[in-house]
């Protein structure tokens, strides 16, 4: 049986819930040779979590975006949650070892409240770029088959990260993308630094998603 995704109001707290609806060795050891000390340190060790739960309204400005670029040192003030992922691209990296992530996405930048009227959130979404430099030890688990998910773009639960540092001083980050859509799917991998940059028009509407007219740039 197919599911797919659906957001219903909750009249207990007048937020939308999702709903499923029927319808080895380290890279970085073998590649020890290219590790080199960096300019910027890496400051602390916790776990740093992207992303906003259901219950509460994250209100991302323009002003956020600094002329629609983000970077890793911003990480902590973007959030990720429900942002649907329309394609994925790797690109080789400069010293033959580590390579490039690139993800695709509609980048949530405001959830408006529901008015009196309709009852209905609206989302201000713009197409963008997520891209993660210098990757290795890529994992990549989608499986649309276990939860009999529909095959529609796959949304982001959270994004997190953690410090990883090596024996040389080496600093760089453990990240893992987990996905709502299809259920207990991720990406993950090791990646020193990141991106984001706006590459279309905003567009509001009551979809999270953008449609293919609108995410032309």
């Given amino acids: 049986m197919c599911k797919r995704l659906l957001f219903t109001r909750s009249g207990t707290d007048g937020y939308f819930v999702g709903e499923r609806q029927p319808c080895?060795?380290?890279m970085r050891a073998l590649c020890g040779a290219r590790f080199r000390s960096v300019a910027a340190s890496v400051e602390g060790t916790q776990l740093a979590r992207s992303g906003q739960p259901l219950n509460t309204i994250s209100l991302l400005s323009n002003a956020n975006l600094e002329n629609g670029a983000m970077t890793t040192d911003r990480f902590e003030e973007f959030g990720w949650h429900d942002n649907a992922i329309h394609a994925f691209r790797i690109s080789d990296g400069d010293d033959g070892c580590s390579g490039n992530l690139i993800l695709d996405i509609d980048y949530i930048l405001e959830w408006i409240s529901p008015s009196?009227?309709?009852?209905?959130?609206?989302?201000?979404?713009?197409?963008?770029?997520?891209?993660?430099?210098?990757?290795?030890?890529?994992?990549?688990?989608?499986?649309?088959?276990?939860?009999?998910?529909?095959?529609q773009p796959m949304t982001i639960d959270?994004?997190?990260?953690?410090?990883?540092?090596?024996?040389?001083?080496?600093?760089?980050?453990?990240?893992?993308i987990e996905l709502n859509w299809p259920e207990e799917s991720f990406i993950s991998f090791r990646s020193p630094r990141m991106s984001q940059a706006l590459k279309g028009e905003s567009v509001r509407s009551t979809s999270q998603s953008l449609m293919p007219p609108q995410r032309t740039v």
């Avoid at 994992?139 to 009999?148: F, K, L, Q, R, T």
């Avoid at 959270?158 to 990240?175: L, M, Q």
Wanted: charged fraction near 15%.
């Fill in 24 to 26: 080895a060795v380290s």
């Fill in 116 to 151: 009196a009227q309709d009852g209905n959130f609206s989302f201000v979404v713009p197409p963008a770029d997520l891209v993660f430099l210098e990757v290795t030890d890529l994992v990549i688990s989608i499986d649309y088959a276990s939860s009999s998910a529909a095959l």
């Fill in 158 to 176: 959270e994004i997190s990260r953690e410090v990883v540092t090596y024996p040389n001083g080496y600093s760089e980050f453990a990240w893992k």
